[in-house]
């Protein structure tokens, strides 16, 4: 019988999880500080363990990880994903990052995934030799779409294989490219970024290549292009989709080459510089289409990832528009400003065909306009103020819990749910918000069986 131990601090959610493991037919041991799983692994032999990330003790789930690693496979779990500790996890070797509230059918194909493969390497262990130090990288978010996406930015930094990121306008598809850059052994060279929507043929051939002197009016002198200037770097193409056919078949030859050829030039340049695109194009469709060549697409797209937009991650829309505003206190020279409630079910409600760039004006407009301290809803663009806006605020928070007319003891629960759900499953911030002690919050969610429900 396979062994498996279970480290967290809420007792609840230990206990919660030993007993699911048990039902599968493992033997699990559950404890909730980081001294009693050391203890305990020093006795016994287990063949994997779970840990929260997050314990309020001197170690935290990364100590365990580096602690227990040679010993099994570890499973780190977390409501505050982060990139750094996400990138964090998997370079000390861990087998998977789960994030909480977690979905029991998730977590049990995890664990069977990691207890079969017990001898083998994690996939998503990351190369030693990157930095120990991570700088911020500027994306945001807690959310499962985002937690995922830094698995996958800590699987593909550590290569040299090109990569295409896929996403709408304003998702952060820029700073998903700076993270990879960051999180690489380029991170010493530079990032270099070029819009290839926004200039015209001539003139991006001329940025990315160079030219020589003589090559056109003009050209004074000769001038190194874009990619000799990522050299030992990153390269970054956004908007590559906007590129035209002959422009395309140009890079082709620089990416399988590894060598360019500037402006007016009769010899080539052999050039290292790593390659990331993105587009706001399903560019899979444009190159069956015969809109986008197929072979550059197979080449820009060794490894691709896509990000998420907000209005599927509206989780992390509180979370962004308390950075947002802080900067924009700042900005207005004003504050410190505080979100209204009904603002922030507002924020949530919308679906920001914008994305992250649009959320952060509509929040430096609400901070210029606002009277007091507290953004209101009137303090928001015109945009959010319609009525479905408005109506869909309330809707998404109320309708939920009561359009079925439930009993008082089914409304209670789903809006423990709803509170769990709202605070990343953070326990303490739930009963903060609740006006509960952690005890009565735990009380409720054995008395309501929150173990079924996180199958939902």
Same mark, same amino acid.
């Given at each position: 019988?396979?062994?498996?131990?279970?480290?967290?601090?809420?007792?609840?959610?230990?206990?919660?999880?030993?007993?699911?493991?048990?039902?599968?037919?493992?033997?699990?041991?559950?404890?909730?500080?980081?001294?009693?799983?050391?203890?305990?692994?020093?006795?016994?032999?287990?063949?994997?363990?779970?840990?929260?990330?997050?314990?309020?003790?001197?170690?935290?789930?990364?100590?365990?990880?580096?602690?227990?690693?040679?010993?099994?496979?570890?499973?780190?779990?977390?409501?505050?994903?982060?990139?750094?500790?996400?990138?964090? +996890?998997?370079?000390?070797?861990?087998?998977?990052?789960?994030?909480?509230?977690?979905?029991?059918?998730?977590?049990?194909?995890? /664990?069977?995934?990691?207890?079969?493969?017990?001898? +083998?390497?994690?996939?998503?262990?990351?190369?030693?030799?990157?930095?120990?130090?991570? &700088?911020?990288?500027?994306?945001?978010?807690?959310?499962?779409?985002?937690?995922?996406?830094?698995?996958?930015?800590?699987?593909?930094?550590?290569?040299?294989?090109?990569?295409?990121?896929?996403?709408?306008?304003? *998702?952060?598809?820029?700073?998903? +490219?700076?993270?990879?850059?960051?999180?690489?052994?380029?991170?010493?060279?530079?990032? /270099?970024?070029?819009?290839?929507?926004?200039?015209?043929?001539?003139?991006?051939?001329?940025?990315?290549?160079?030219?020589?002197?003589?090559?056109?009016?003009?050209?004074?002198?000769?001038?190194?292009?874009?990619?000799?200037?990522?050299?030992?770097?990153?390269?970054?193409?956004? &908007?590559?989709?906007?590129?035209?056919?002959?422009?395309? /078949?140009?890079?082709?030859?620089?990416?399988? &080459?590894?060598?360019?050829?500037?402006?007016?030039?009769?010899?080539?340049?052999?050039?290292? *510089?790593?390659?990331?695109?993105?587009?706001?194009?399903?560019?899979?469709?444009?190159?069956?289409?015969?809109?986008?060549?197929?072979?550059?697409?197979?080449?820009?797209?060794?490894?691709?990832?896509?990000?998420?937009?907000?209005?599927?991650?509206?989780?992390?829309?509180?979370?962004?528009?308390?950075?947002?505003?802080?900067?924009?206190?700042?900005? *207005?020279?004003?504050?410190?400003?505080?979100?209204?409630?009904?603002?922030?079910?507002?924020?949530?409600?919308?679906?920001?065909?914008?994305?992250?760039?649009?959320?952060?004006?509509? /929040?430096?407009?609400?901070?210029?306009?606002?009277?007091?301290?507290?953004?209101?809803?009137?303090?928001?663009?015109?945009?959010?103020?319609?009525?479905?806006?408005?109506?869909?605020?309330?809707?998404?928070?109320?309708?939920?819990?009561?359009?079925?007319?439930?009993?008082?003891?089914?409304?209670?629960?789903?809006?423990?749910?709803?509170?769990?759900?709202?605070?990343?499953?953070?326990?303490?911030? *739930?009963?903060?918000?609740?006006?509960?002690?952690?005890?009565?919050?735990?009380?409720?969610?054995?008395?309501?069986?929150?173990?079924?429900? +996180?199958?939902?």
């Amino acid at each position: 019988m396979k062994r498996i131990l279970v480290v967290d601090d809420d007792r609840a959610s230990c206990k919660l999880l030993r007993d699911l493991l048990n039902a599968q037919g493992w033997s699990a041991e559950a404890v909730t500080t980081p001294d009693e799983a050391l203890r305990l692994a020093a006795q016994e032999k287990f063949d994997l363990l779970i840990s929260d990330i997050n314990l309020e003790a001197d170690q935290n789930g990364i100590d365990l990880l580096r602690r227990l690693r040679d010993e099994c496979p570890v499973i780190l779990m977390t409501g505050f994903g982060t990139l750094d500790t996400t990138v964090a +996890a998997s370079r000390e070797g861990a087998w998977d990052i789960i994030s909480k509230p977690f979905k029991v059918q998730e977590i049990i194909s995890t /664990v069977r995934r990691a207890l079969e493969r017990e001898e +083998a390497k994690p996939a998503e262990a990351v190369s030693d030799s990157l930095s120990a130090q991570y &700088e911020s990288s500027g994306l945001i978010g807690r959310s499962p779409a985002m937690l995922e996406l830094y698995k996958e930015i800590a699987r593909v930094a550590p290569s040299r294989s090109t990569v295409l990121i896929i996403g709408e306008s304003g *998702a952060g598809k820029e700073l998903v +490219a700076r993270a990879i850059h960051k999180h690489s052994a380029r991170s010493s060279g530079a990032f /270099v970024p070029v819009n290839c929507g926004a200039l015209t043929e001539t003139l991006l051939e001329a940025e990315l290549f160079g030219h020589v002197k003589g090559a056109f009016t003009g050209a004074t002198a000769d001038r190194r292009g874009l990619w000799e200037e990522a050299e030992g770097g990153t390269l970054f193409l956004d &908007e590559v989709g906007e590129t035209s056919p002959a422009l395309q /078949v140009k890079l082709l030859r620089a990416l399988q &080459e590894k060598e360019i050829r500037r402006v007016g030039a009769s010899k080539n340049i052999k050039v290292d *510089a790593r390659v990331i695109a993105a587009t706001n194009r399903e560019i899979e469709q444009e190159a069956a289409a015969g809109r986008f060549r197929e072979d550059l697409f197979y080449r820009l797209s060794v490894i691709t990832l896509r990000v998420p937009p907000l209005r599927d991650r509206r989780s992390d829309i509180p979370l962004l528009a308390e950075r947002f505003l802080r900067a924009a206190s700042d900005n *207005a020279g004003r504050g410190p400003f505080r979100f209204q409630e009904e603002t922030i079910k507002t924020l949530t409600a919308y679906d920001w065909p914008g994305n992250v760039r649009e959320l952060e004006s509509s /929040v430096e407009y609400a901070a210029l306009r606002a009277r007091g301290a507290e953004i209101v809803p009137e303090d928001l663009p015109p945009k959010l103020q319609s009525e479905d806006v408005r109506g869909k605020a309330a809707r998404s928070t109320l309708s939920a819990l009561y359009d079925d007319l439930p009993t008082l003891d089914e409304l209670e629960r789903r809006y423990l749910l709803r509170v769990l759900e709202v605070v990343g499953g953070n326990r303490s911030r *739930a009963a903060e918000v609740m006006g509960i002690d952690r005890r009565t919050l735990y009380r409720m969610a054995e008395r309501f069986n929150i173990k079924e429900e +996180a199958e939902g």
